[in-house]
C-alpha cells in the first residue's frame, strides 16, 4: 500500500522514502506542508470522534468511488 498516494488523495502531503535517513527530511517537509492539517489526541473520546466528511473520503479513496 502506497500511503503517501492515501495521504495526497486526501489533500495532506505524501511523501515516500525509501531508506531511514531520508525520514527526518521528509518528516520535514510534511511539517511544513500548508494543505489540510490532522490532529491527534491522546483522550480516547477525541480519537474515536471521527469526522464524517474526512471518514467518508477515506474510504472512497481507499476502496474507490461507489458505483
Known amino acids: 500500500m502506497r500511503w503517501d498516494r492515501v495521504a495526497e488523495g486526501l489533500g495532506c502531503r505524501g511523501e515516500y522514502v525509501d531508506t531511514i535517513e531520508a525520514l527526518p527530511d521528509a518528516l520535514a517537509r510534511c511539517k ?29 479513496v481507499y476502496f474507490g468511488p461507489s458505483a
Open 32 to 60: 511544513a506542508h500548508a494543505g489540510r492539517r490532522w490532529s491527534a489526541s491522546d483522550e480516547q473520546a477525541g480519537n474515536l470522534s471521527v469526522p464524517e466528511a474526512g471518514l467518508s473520503r477515506f474510504f472512497e
